[in-house]
């Protein structure tokens, strides 16, 4: 994006809340309705991001001085709208001006250091993060894992979490299908990479890397390095719930979040006939190996609902009460956290990119997935367990 739509360099503006003798009052008044603008793809103030390098009010016309992250910023149109918005809700303003500019690298370096919080680039959801993390697995494909993963995501968002979901199945990547941001691409800010949003969840999915109808055929370390990469780099801010669609199986994938996020939390998902259960545990035993602690089972495809109030149990019956009771332990106990009935629209919901707990919220298969983000939303972030960071002198 070029400057050219504006006729004052951003040089000629006075700096944000700097008072001048013209319009101090109304100035001070523009940047607090700017601080209400927020960037789309951060979901931070534009102020709080230096993004407004300059308000300059004359009369009753504002000059705003707005800098974009980079060329081409995906997000510019929306920010530049809020921008004029926001600053002609101010009593006494009538016009507005908006004179875009791109950040240098140096500012652009200032940003990312801020938004990392000054700390080094290093894996985000650390010991000391206070963000659920729930990797949902499955010991085959085929299960439902992806889609349920995507809906549960959308059904804690709506619930007013912050939620971002990782979409780890490098090989068959489906989440943003799912989520209806199909060839969306992610914004890079030197080394910070941005996820799309979608229905207020944050994703990031090799998808959005390579081609549509490209196969993915990694070994291990590329594998392993993809996952710390999209762990580190992706820029997902203060998660209270992040998910990780895993790969089927017990494969570099499942080991290596083992290694990057022994904290993360094990859901199994699996069919209720008992050889897709039995295959299922693999992937819970695998994940305990590594430090993970396995909460519970999701029974998807659990039977098809009959005009005359029966089920008609297509894929059997049982076999997720089955792993749970076979997975408990007496120091971890797991249960069935939900049934999921069989849904046509919960299919082309998925096929069409819109999530069924918000396209068809009252669909059993809504109000299940509805009923287990209510459970997984109330268990809080604490530090309890957790080693701190902590010395005695």
């Avoid at 100035?27 to 793809?41: F, H, K, S, W, Y």
């Avoid at 085959?140 to 979901?165: C, E, F, M, P, Q």
Wanted: net charge negative.
């Amino acid at each position: 994006m070029n400057d050219s739509r504006s006729s004052r360099s951003a040089s000629d503006v006075s700096r944000p809340g700097f008072d001048t003798a013209a319009g101090g009052l109304l100035n001070q008044q523009v940047l607090t309705a700017l601080r209400r603008v927020i960037d789309p793809e951060i979901r931070k103030p534009i102020v709080d991001l230096d993004m407004i390098s300059g308000v300059s009010v004359a009369g009753d016309a504002a000059t705003i001085a707005l800098k974009l992250t980079i060329v081409g910023c995906p997000a510019a149109d929306t920010i530049e709208r809020d921008v004029r918005e926001a600053a002609a809700s101010v009593s006494g303003i009538s016009t507005v001006d908006v004179d875009v500019s791109i950040m240098t690298r140096a500012e652009r370096d200032a940003l990312t250091d801020k938004l990392r919080g000054g700390r080094a680039k290093t894996v985000q959801f650390g010991p000391d993060s206070l963000t659920r993390i729930y990797a949902v697995t499955s010991g085959k494909g085929g299960v439902g894992k992806s889609t349920l993963t995507a809906n549960l995501g959308v059904a804690l968002a709506a619930r007013g979490l912050r939620v971002g979901i990782v979409d780890a199945d490098v090989f068959g990547f489906s989440i943003p299908g799912i989520l209806g941001i199909a060839g969306a691409k992610p914004t890079q800010v030197n080394d910070m990479i941005l996820p799309p949003l979608a229905h207020d969840v944050k994703v990031i999915s090799i998808g959005m890397f390579v081609d549509e109808h490209t196969a993915v055929s990694w070994r291990g370390p590329m594998l392993h390095r993809t996952i710390q990469q999209f762990l580190t780099d992706v820029y997902f801010g203060d998660l209270d719930v992040l998910l990780l669609d895993l790969p089927p199986g017990t494969g570099d994938i499942a080991i290596s979040i083992g290694q990057l996020l022994p904290q993360a939390e094990i859901i199994v998902v699996t069919t209720p006939q008992p050889a897709a259960a039995e295959v299922a545990e693999r992937s819970a035993l695998v994940a305990r190996q590594t430090g993970q602690k396995v909460i519970g089972v999701i029974e998807n495809m659990a039977g098809l609902a009959q005009p005359d109030g029966s089920v008609l149990d297509i894929f059997g019956s049982g076999g997720g009460a089955d792993a749970a009771s076979r997975l408990s332990t007496a120091d971890e106990p797991v249960s069935v956290l939900a049934s999921i009935p069989i849904s046509i629209e919960l299919r082309e919901g998925g096929d069409a990119g819109l999530p069924i707990v918000l396209s068809h919220p009252d669909d059993p298969a809504a109000r299940a997935i509805g009923a287990l983000a209510a459970q997984l939303a109330v268990r809080g972030r604490g530090l309890a367990g957790r080693k701190l960071g902590f010395t005695v002198n």
